[in-house]
């Protein structure tokens, strides 16, 4: 069972990245997703969260409005959408599934990917 984010990459503060999440191993459709970002000397924190049904989702306030969480249980994917990125939003992004809440905890964890915002 695996989780992978990919991409990331270097933008101009104000640009666009679309993060996705591939799973491999099993289907997540009935799973929470949710995407947390870890900036260099800082703990890991919550951005953003779908229910399984893609119903529901849930921002934390210093991205509201920016990004969008997104996903396709077809393809067992889910993506973020970030827009007018600011230099703060800097960070490594992980993707993660809960069978319970999307609160947590998450039972899955993917590998990260490095998201570079430049002012």
């Known amino acids: 069972v695996q989780l992978q984010a990919f991409g990331g990459g270097l933008v101009q503060a104000g640009g666009s990245l679309r993060l996705a999440c591939a799973a491999s191993g099993r289907t997540f459709s009935s799973y929470n997703r949710g995407w947390f970002r870890r900036a260099p000397g800082k703990e890991r924190e919550f951005v953003a969260a779908?229910?399984?049904?893609?119903?529901?989702?849930y921002y934390a306030d210093s991205v509201k409005g920016r990004f969008t969480i997104s996903r396709d249980n077809a393809k067992n994917m889910v993506y973020l959408q970030m827009n007018s990125l600011k230099p703060e939003d800097t960070a490594v992004y992980y993707c993660?599934?809960?069978?319970?809440?999307?609160?947590?905890?998450?039972?899955?964890w993917g590998q990260g990917t490095l998201v570079t915002v430049s002012s």
């Open positions: 779908i229910s399984w049904s893609g119903g529901s989702t």
């Open positions: 993660g599934a809960s069978v319970g809440t999307t609160t947590g905890p998450y039972d899955y």
